[in-house]
């Protein structure tokens, strides 16, 4: 079946440094999503992803899906104390909305 | 607007019991999902219904049971609960049309116990 994984699990910044998660999956994907959880949260969207190759920015987020739809990353430049959580992506297959989640980066951000 | 609710948010069990995690959205969504979420292991899709009367099987179905009850309610079951049910189990919804977006919108969750 579908496997979506992800690397780092964690990941330790000073404030200011950048940070990059990055996806795989063991199949091709329709498109991809990214996802943030807060402590005690629950995950919340950001983006989706959906042609070969996209690029897209918000603010300080850059967001990435390789050109074989296979793989995708998140790249956090200057990390902030609010930038901490879980990032998780998501993938599905093309024609369905059955979403497989990777197994998320958490982040923490040393001030 | 309510968004995605689910029932209760706490929840003790002991080994051998039986339960039912309740969840509705009010979005008018097709697609919804039941996820758990153990720690350092992301979230794993338990079942997921693409439609109203329709159910599927997801990474980890096994012990547990769903109903698509209307297109508003997707509930699910646990039969005989074992500790390795421990878990907080998030239920999500999605528009599941393809001109609409695909955003998730997840509930607050649900922290089951069982003892």
Redesign the interface.
Same mark, same amino acid.
């Given at each position: 079946?579908q496997q979506v994984m992800?690397i780092p699990?964690y990941q330790h910044v000073q404030e200011g440094e950048d940070f990059t998660t990055y996806c795989n999956s063991s199949t091709t994907l329709s498109?991809i999503?990214w996802?943030k959880q807060r402590p005690g949260g629950?995950?919340?969207?950001l983006i989706?992803l959906v042609k070969s190759g996209e690029v897209k920015k918000q603010k300080r987020l850059t967001f990435q899906f390789g050109e074989a739809k296979k793989n995708s990353s998140l790249h956090i430049t200057a990390t902030q104390t609010t930038d901490v959580g879980t990032y998780?992506c998501?993938g599905?297959t093309s024609g369905?909305?059955?979403?497989?989640?990777?197994?998320?980066t958490r982040l923490k951000v040393l001030a | 607007n309510a968004g995605v609710t689910q029932t209760p948010k706490f929840q003790v069990l002991k080994t051998g019991q039986s339960m039912t995690l309740q969840c509705a959205q009010d979005m008018n969504h097709?697609?919804m999902?039941w996820?758990r979420q153990d720690p350092?292991?992301?979230?794993?899709?338990i079942y997921?219904s693409?439609s109203e009367g329709t159910t599927?099987k &997801? $990474?980890v179905p096994n012990g547990y049971n769903v109903s698509r009850l209307n297109k508003r309610e997707f509930s699910l079951r646990l039969e005989s609960a074992a500790p390795s049910q421990t878990s907080v189990y998030?239920c999500a919804s999605?528009s599941?049309r393809r001109l609409s977006?695909?955003?998730?919108?997840? &509930? $607050?969750?649900s922290w089951l116990t069982v003892v």
């Open positions: 079946g992800q699990q498109n999503q996802y629950h995950p919340v969207f989706q998780f998501a599905s369905t909305y059955k979403y497989i989640f990777g197994t998320g | 097709n697609s999902y996820y350092g292991m992301g979230l794993r899709l997921y693409a599927d &997801g $990474e998030f999605t599941g977006g695909n955003t998730i919108y997840f &509930g $607050e969750g």
